[in-house]
């Protein structure tokens, strides 16, 4: 079973910037696709950006496209999201999710993944 780990959640004021990581215990993650999900109260779980094997195609909610990165270091089984120019809106718990897809482009629904983060929270504040 494939474990994942997120990171850097925390409280930040409207317009600061967050950083998240998140490491796997794969051992082909090079071979995975990543994705990033959020989900607010009482509001289903939602797509937000999403990352093939290799790091070159990538994906993003329209809500997010501009101000937020993935990227990911293969070296390190890492996968980041970059939030910058944050919302309150953008308040909720993120998850970080895996896929082993060799042969897959980007995935984007929670359905496509078979591996999930335990999710940390962002607060964002006005």
């Known amino acids: 079973q494939v474990q994942l780990i997120e990171s850097g959640g925390g409280l930040v004021q409207a317009g600061g910037s967050l950083r998240l990581s998140c490491v796997s215990s794969?051992?082909?993650?090079?071979?995975?696709?990543m994705g990033w999900f959020r989900q607010a109260p009482g509001k289903e779980r939602e797509f937000v950006g999403g990352?093939?094997?290799?790091?070159?195609?990538?994906d993003y909610a329209d809500s997010v496209k501009g101000r937020f990165t993935i990227s990911r270091d293969n070296t390190k089984n890492t996968v980041y999201l970059q939030m910058n120019s944050l919302k309150p809106e953008d308040t909720a718990v993120y998850y970080c999710?895996?896929?082993?897809?060799?042969?897959?482009?980007?995935?984007?629904?929670?359905?496509?993944?078979?591996?999930w983060g335990q999710g940390t929270q962002v607060t964002v504040s006005s």
């Open positions: 794969a051992r082909t993650f090079g071979s995975y696709a």
């Open positions: 999710a895996g896929k082993y897809a060799p042969r897959m482009p980007v995935l984007t629904t929670p359905a496509s993944y078979d591996n």
């Open positions: 990352i093939n094997k290799s790091g070159v195609r990538k």
